[in-house]
């Protein structure tokens, strides 16, 4: 992460500001470009001083200084390219005397030509404003300068150093809620309605539902409607004291672990292979069962119903292991939406003739609620279903723990809770650690 500075203070103040905020050291090479006439006093100015970072400045003892009147030239287009190459090899950057165009520019130049680059404009006047609106994300500070900044940025903040906070804390923690929000919607969607395409190939592509159709409707409104919302708003991984003490944790974010090709077709795979076992695992033991004590067989709303619930209870298990932070809010939202379909079951089964709809579902309370065959699938399944993520994740986490991890443990026992997880123990311990890590992380 790298911190430029520009500001309209004269040369001699930017650098005094500069040392304050420990932007600029003692022992650092300063390089100063200023009062330079022409755009080729300018040139040769940055070939000088690329010829001194070649030489073995390194990027840790490099400081460079430009004014404003130099920085209209270093902007140009025949020299934009060696500034942005002095600028990016040098630890910090101060612009004095430039306008609030030039501040946009300068913004402009690094978001266009440096690949991957996130880029954050922060401001507290009007004349920073331009400069928080070109940058992909634009902080403003409410002070005595007015509202002007605040107005035109994404974000406001009271004060300057609230800026660590609003990044390495609420800034990791959201991009892991949209990460996971988004990756396990579409998880969701997928072990669902993929059941339908497998269904297909045993009715002959007829297009006959596996599932009734407000079921199939609710699945969204009601079923796995808060589990998402919970993760995208109360789910965090490690407490904010922990992220602000351990500013290294922030590197998750930014190579980008969470969120990425690899991760969406790993969610991918998982929603087809969550998919094919429930239904086949379903479809298989049924093949020959029957069910009810008095030789009744079950049917093909019997068959969707316990195919539906295991869906249902697999993709809120789900989500409870992807929630590393347990509220009462998380619990009903996650248990509660498996008590909402059994609830619904309840009811619905009694709409027809009382309402014009539910025909299909007319005594199927009775059929799932009264067979053993119902309450085994139901259990069964989705124990399978989950079991290969929940050995891998014990295992990962238990021998191959990430910084994430470690901190999560950190935050467990400094909570008082106890987590045995360690690279160098044995294997047969893992199962065990792993329950430890969820248990507490569960509790804290």
Not at 7 to 21: C, P
Not at 190 to 198: K, P, R, T, V
Not at 343 to 371: M, R
Not at 403 to 413: H, L
Request: aromatic residues 14%; hydrophobic residues 45%.
């Amino acid at each position: 992460m790298k911190v430029w500075v520009l500001t309209g203070d004269k040369l001699e103040t930017a650098v005094n500001i500069g040392y304050a905020s420990k932007q600029l050291v003692g022992g650092m090479d300063i390089m100063t470009i200023s009062d330079q006439a022409t755009i080729t006093d300018v040139q040769r100015k940055l070939s000088e001083f690329c010829g001194r970072i070649d030489r073995g400045t390194t990027e840790r003892h490099a400081g460079l200084v430009i004014d404003g009147k130099s920085l209209s030239f270093a902007l140009d287009s025949a020299v934009e390219k060696d500034f942005l190459n002095l600028a990016l090899s040098c630890k910090s950057v101060i612009c004095c005397r430039v306008s609030p165009l030039q501040k946009a520019e300068v913004v402009k130049l690094v978001r266009t030509n440096v690949k991957d680059s996130i880029t954050l404009a922060i401001g507290d006047g009007a004349n920073d404003v331009s400069m928080i609106q070109a940058a992909h994300i634009g902080v403003g500070i409410s002070g005595r300068e007015g509202l002007q900044a605040t107005l035109a940025s994404d974000y406001a903040i009271s004060q300057f150093r609230f800026l660590a906070k609003l990044l390495l804390v609420h800034g990791a923690w959201n991009y892991r809620r949209l990460a996971n929000v988004i990756l396990y919607s579409f998880y969701k969607n997928i072990c669902l309605y993929m059941i339908e395409f497998w269904f297909a190939f045993l009715n002959g592509f007829s297009g006959q539902p596996l599932f009734e159709r407000w079921t199939i409707g609710l699945y969204n409104i009601l079923f796995t409607l808060l589990a998402p919302i919970v993760l995208g708003i109360l789910d965090q991984d490690v407490s904010a004291s922990t992220r602000l003490a351990q500013p290294h944790l922030y590197k998750t974010s930014q190579q980008n672990s969470a969120f990425n090709t690899k991760m969406f077709w790993k969610w991918v795979f998982l929603a087809l292979f969550h998919s094919a076992l429930l239904f086949y695992a379903v479809y298989f033991l049924l093949w020959h069962e029957t069910p009810f004590e008095n030789g009744q067989v079950f049917g093909i709303w019997y068959v969707g119903n316990t195919v539906y619930t295991a869906v249902v209870v697999t993709v809120n298990v789900k989500a409870a292991m992807v929630t590393q932070y347990w509220t009462p809010l998380t619990h009903f939202a996650i248990w509660g939406s498996i008590a909402a379909w059994f609830l619904y079951v309840l009811v619905y089964s009694h709409f027809w003739p009382t309402f014009p709809l539910a025909v299909e579902f007319v005594g199927q309370d009775f059929k799932l609620f009264t067979s053993f065959t119902f309450y085994g699938l139901f259990v069964l399944a989705p124990a399978v279903a989950s079991l290969p993520e929940f050995m891998y994740i014990v295992f990962q986490k238990t021998l191959c723990p990430t910084s994430i991890d470690r901190a999560i443990v950190a935050d467990v026992e400094g909570r008082g809770g106890k987590v045995c997880v360690h690279i160098t123990q044995p294997v047969y311990c893992s199962v065990y650690c792993g329950i430890h890590y969820y248990a507490n992380t569960f509790c804290r």
